[in-house]
């Protein structure tokens, strides 16, 4: 199932972005640079400027060109909105839906200039949004007949993450944090500047009583020692399925368990079999393909 509210169809952009739990503001402020990074300042197209004039109007169809799950609609949308002129927006899919090639999934009319100025910033994040959704859903469907939930990680574009983590809630993942700044996460370099995952542990919940704890661990020994700290959710590295069901079996009642390092589609289920709450893929956000989405004027 995907991450978010049902909107009515008649819904505002708002209360659609609202409902895929983007804020709306921060959509509008980066659709703006985005379009400033393809129209400039000045906000030109010199190819579409020379060939219609200002009061030519089109209607277009966002089109499917192959099977996927459909993300980021509603940001496609408020690429278009950001436009000048009177622009129309129709619904024709669902967010979160299943989509086959050749399907429609919206309809555009407005000023012709607008149309095309805007295609390309919107099918980018659409097509980028949709296809980290449809690789997610790859990995939701393996784990189906499990417990075990897939998450994202911070391995995010720039600029994107938003977006991109909205994409793996959509694909029925969820996500691991946003940033730095609302979950700790122990690693390496911080067991080995503060001498050992018990002292980290203690500066961390220290300085930052209120804020989540996770814990990366390589061994069942530190399984042990990060929960014997206080730990309640441990992060496994590089850890093999035998390895993983060892510390699932001696920690898993008292901690939630998160496995991670380079597991596949392939891999998944492997991994879910040893009883782990959650597997965290990087893939999903560096390496997902775009979903192929394509924008064709109608008669």
């Known amino acids: 199932m995907s991450r978010f509210a049902e909107v009515p169809g008649g819904a505002g952009l708002d209360e659609r972005l609202l409902a895929c739990r983007l804020d709306p503001e921060d959509v509008y402020v980066a659709v703006q640079d985005y379009l400033d990074e393809d129209l400039s300042h000045a906000r030109r197209d010199v190819t579409s ?119 793996v809630r959509a694909g029925g993942g969820d996500n691991k944090r946003m940033g730095l700044y609302d979950v700790a996460m122990i690693k390496d370099n911080h067991k080995e500047a503060a001498g050992s995952i018990t002292e980290a542990f203690n500066a961390v919940r220290s300085a930052e009583p209120d804020v989540d704890v996770q814990v990366e661990v390589e061994i069942i020994e530190e399984a042990l020692e990060a929960v014997a700290a206080g730990a309640v959710f441990l992060l496994c590295d590089n850890m093999s399925p035998k390895e993983l069901a060892e510390v699932v079996e001696a920690v898993g009642e008292r901690a939630e368990l998160e496995a991670t390092g380079t597991i596949t589609l392939d891999s998944a289920v492997d991994y879910a079999a040893t009883g782990v709450d959650y597997i965290s893929v990087g893939a999903l956000t560096h390496s997902s393909p775009i979903l192929d989405i394509g924008l064709d004027f109608e008669e």
């Open 49 to 167: 400027e020379s060939i219609f004039g200002p009061e030519h109007t089109s209607t277009v169809a966002v089109t499917a060109r192959a099977d996927g799950l459909l993300a980021g609609l509603p940001v496609a949308h408020a690429v278009f909105h950001a436009m000048p002129g009177d622009i129309e927006f129709t619904y024709l899919a669902k967010e979160g839906a299943r989509i086959r090639a050749g399907q429609v999934l919206a309809r555009v009319t407005g000023p012709t200039r607008s149309l095309l100025a805007a295609e390309r910033t919107a099918l980018n994040l659409l097509c980028r949004i949709s296809g980290v959704a449809t690789h997610t859903r790859r990995f939701a469907d393996v784990l189906a007949d499990w417990h075990t939930t897939v998450l994202d990680t911070r391995k995010t574009t720039p600029g994107l993450r938003a977006f991109e983590k909205y994409a």
